[in-house]
């Protein structure tokens, strides 16, 4: 998978491989957003084919009908005219008959951070059983987490590795893909109370082993051996790296904790991680369990919050039952330890959701990140936060701070597209959507933010198609009413209509939340309506209307003056 985020150069010129601006000696050269695209998908894979097949696949789906071949040639010929190249002498762009082009200038990779990066692959499971599994990941979700802690280093997210599970890439091929300086490799053997977890360090430019060592221990001290592995490991980094640079702050011992605690700790993390409702219903199993055996295990308890934040904020249960449960967890996590930074960050999320204090969450996640400067989901809410209170430049370098400690990772890639749409910079957004789907096809929310972009660029017919293939995929509240204001702004009302009746029906079952209805109701043009529908969601402290100012499908609703009033209510920045 190429590398498709952070900044490259090439010859004079420097390229955003997120936003796809293009600069010369610091002055950006103007470039449309298709052959952007395709610029950033030659430069990703330097060196290598790209064929024109996969160039048509990254600017069209099945469903578009166009010319491709006239397409795909107009994006060359700008590309090369910008970057004042020849086709019959290349010094950029190749063109390999029947076969596709080939980006041949070196291509220099910027460092993504300051400080140096690793990434922690999936560690193997030497048990040899497929329902061991779950402790191998668990070990490789929890070093992640103990190196995410150490501001000396930055690593990558899980999620952005989870692909590379079983991956026969080479390590250099994983580390500029990642964009890392370098890699952990493990593997974890369990048998009964005693635990072996082998780890080494492979650091880039050049390749070279940089640390190997085994750990022995009894399954009751294997957290405190991961915090000792990741202070290791970081101090090496550290060291390889940066010569000189500041030292590692003193490092906890931690208490021992049960074996069966242990263990089932590394369960739960193991399906939480899984993101399904199935994965977060068996977690919670795992943390009541761990609850009434251990009442004080900080780690556990953070966790159980989170996981009832998460079942809440997916709409897998109301909010108002689980939200209540997710902050007392977090609050008696912290009581045990303060420097939880998961507990923390669903701290902040219930000030925001559940008691509307913006303030308190901007402090609480702040805190998150202090504790653990590579959470990716602290960067990105707090990133959120600051787009709430009007701060957007702000916003828009922590989401794009998140996108680099996760590039590969579904939550990160989609939370940037919603963000870059929330801000107005539709064209941006349609690019990161796009990228979004071509790393996760079967995604529903990057299909949202393709068809609202589509729409506010005047592509009225992209975004029918892609709030088509939305609906295809789920037809939940969002789907049918971002589709059915589309149709009733373009005229097709009983369209509209048989879609606001299954909204209706949907809300039957408490799965039609007030502001999904407000958005249908816009389209329509039945103004006063959706009006109605923002009131009950603000009398519900319905989380989504922090949102309001950018929401998409409510715009209908701006030039009249009860949207203004609404804004200043719910106290977030007009934009």
Not at 320 to 334: M, R, T
Not at 353 to 359: E, I, N, R, S, T
Not at 493 to 508: C, G, K, N, V
Not at 520 to 538: K, N, R, S
Request: glycine share 8%; aromatic share 8%.
């Amino acid at each position: 998978m190429p590398t498709t985020s952070g900044r490259v150069a090439f010859g004079a010129f420097e390229l955003d491989l997120e936003s796809g601006t293009l600069q010369k000696s610091g002055r950006v050269r103007k470039l449309r957003p298709q052959p952007a695209r395709v610029l950033c998908l030659l430069v990703s894979q330097a060196g290598r084919t790209v064929s024109r097949d996969e160039i048509r696949r990254l600017l069209w789906d099945d469903s578009t009908f166009v010319n491709y071949d006239t397409g795909v040639d107009y994006c060359v010929h700008r590309i090369r005219s910008v970057l004042g190249d020849d086709a019959r002498a290349p010094r950029y762009v190749e063109t390999l008959p029947r076969r596709g082009y080939r980006f041949i200038a070196p291509v220099r990779h910027e460092r993504s951070f300051a400080e140096p990066t690793v990434a922690v692959l999936p560690f193997a499971n030497l048990n040899g059983d497929p329902d061991r599994d779950y402790f191998a990941d668990g070990v490789t979700d929890a070093l992640i987490t103990e190196l995410a802690r150490i501001p000396a280093v930055r690593v990558i997210s899980r999620q952005s590795v989870l692909h590379l599970k079983g991956s026969r890439l080479k390590l250099d091929e994983i580390a500029r893909d990642l964009g890392v300086n370098g890699v952990v490799e493990g593997a974890v053997l369990h048998e009964g109370r005693r635990v072996r977890v082998s780890a080494q360090l492979i650091l880039m430019d050049p390749e070279r082993h940089a640390w190997a060592q085994s750990y022995d221990c009894d399954l009751s001290d294997l957290l405190a051996t991961q915090r000792e592995a990741a202070r290791t490991i970081a101090g090496r980094v550290a060291a390889a790296l940066r010569p000189g640079g500041a030292e590692l702050p003193p490092g906890e011992s931690g208490k021992p904790v049960a074996p069966g605690i242990t263990e089932t700790y590394l369960k739960a993390r193991a399906d939480f991680d899984k993101m399904t409702a199935e994965g977060i219903g068996n977690a919670l199993r795992h943390f009541r369990e761990m609850n009434l055996k251990a009442p004080d295990f900080a780690p556990g308890l953070a966790l159980h919050a989170a996981c009832l934040f998460m079942l809440g904020y997916w709409g897998h249960a109301p909010s108002s039952e689980v939200y209540p449960g997710a902050k007392h967890l977090a609050l008696q996590a912290l009581a045990v330890d303060d420097g939880l930074a998961t507990a923390h960050l669903v701290l902040a999320w219930m000030d925001l959701l559940l008691d509307w204090d913006l303030d308190a969450a901007l402090r609480e996640a702040r805190r998150a990140i202090e504790l653990s400067p590579s959470d990716t989901d602290a960067h990105a809410f707090h990133s959120t936060l600051l787009c709430f209170v009007g701060d957007r430049s702000e916003a828009m370098r922590e989401v794009q701070y998140a996108l680099r400690l996760g590039p590969t990772s579904l939550l990160a890639n989609q939370y940037a597209a919603w963000m870059f749409l929330h801000v107005g910079q539709h064209a941006r957004a349609e690019a990161q959507a796009r990228r979004t789907i071509e790393l996760f096809p079967d995604s529903l929310q990057p299909f949202f933010v393709l068809g609202w972009s589509a729409w506010y660029q005047g592509r009225a017919e992209d975004a029918v198609a892609a709030l088509e293939k939305a609906l295809g995929h789920s037809r939940e509240a969002l789907s049918l009413s971002y589709l059915g204001h589309v149709y009733g702004r373009l005229g097709r009302t009983d369209e509209a209509r048989r879609l606001l009746r299954e909204l209706e029906e949907l809300r039957t079952r408490g799965q039609g939340p007030p502001t999904a209805f407000a958005v249908l109701h816009a389209g329509l043009g039945e103004i006063d309506a959706a009006f109605e529908w923002l009131e009950a969601a603000y009398r519900l402290r319905d989380g989504t209307l922090f949102w309001l100012p950018g929401a998409p499908g409510l715009d209908p609703l701006h030039p009249d003056a009860r949207f203004a009033a609404l804004v200043r209510r719910v106290g977030v920045s007009p934009g």
